[in-house]
């Protein structure tokens, strides 16, 4: 199967600043790649995906950059508030099964 | 449109009970997917149900199976429990190929 590792595990910014994080997956055959916000209490929610084809997408605050020939994926949060303060985690789909990061949790000071 | 339901919120069980978990997908979606949840080690996939066939399974002990209805409603249960199976269950939908996953709230379950 698939194997992803997400790093940091945690990670505290100043409000205003940047925050990334990163993921390395281990399959070339991955071809969708998630990013998931997860709140206290609640399930996970979709903030932004790129497909294998995709170098970069954004989505006003955030973007998303794939590297293909690496194996790496980072999610960008730029401006960062203290709504932004949550559990992230990077996702790889192989074969139409899902395989998760082990989340990274930021903390937005303000 | 509503989200994915989960049922119920929280469960608590002893060892060697059996436990059921529902799961009502968002309308339209026929994709249903289970996960483990446990701290530090992420989400593991459990199985994934399209058309109440399973599609895909993780690799997980036979004492977790699921099934899927008609009306896309899932459910899944775990067997004979074991200490470590305490863990938040998610559920997730999609409409089919499973690519945007919805999740709902999950159901937090204790084994004592």
């Known amino acids: 199967g698939e194997n992803v590792e997400q790093h940091p595990s945690t990670l505290s910014v100043q409000e205003g600043d940047s925050a990334v994080i990163k993921c390395t997956y281990s399959d070339s055959a991955s071809n969708y790649f998630p990013w998931y916000k997860q709140e206290l209490g609640k399930g996970p929610q979709l903030i932004i995906d790129?497909?294998?084809?995709?170098g970069e997408k954004k989505d006003q605050r955030i973007a998303v950059t794939l590297n293909k020939t690496a194996k790496h994926f980072s999610l960008h949060i730029t401006e960062t508030q203290p709504e932004d303060s949550a559990v992230y985690f990077c996702?790889?789909?192989?074969?139409?099964?899902?395989?998760f990061g082990t989340g990274t949790s930021l903390t937005v000071i303000p | 449109k509503a989200g994915v339901t989960q049922t119920p919120r929280y469960l608590i069980k002893t060892r060697g009970q059996q436990v059921t978990l529902s799961c009502s997908p968002i309308s339209g979606h026929r994709s249903v997917s289970w996960y483990q949840q446990t701290p530090g080690q992420g989400l593991q996939f459990l199985f994934e149900y399209f058309s109440e066939t399973q599609r895909n399974k993780g690799n997980f002990p036979g004492r977790f199976s699921g099934r899927q209805f008609s009306n896309s409603r899932s459910e899944m249960n775990v067997s004979t429990l074991e200490l470590g199976d305490s863990a938040l269950y998610l559920c997730?939908?999609?409409?089919?190929?499973?690519?945007?996953?919805?999740f709902g709230s999950g159901t937090q379950l204790s084994v004592l």
């Open positions: 996702a790889a789909r192989l074969a139409n099964q899902f395989y």
């Open positions: 997730a939908s999609s409409y089919g190929t499973p690519e945007k996953l919805f």
């Open positions: 790129i497909r294998s084809n995709v």
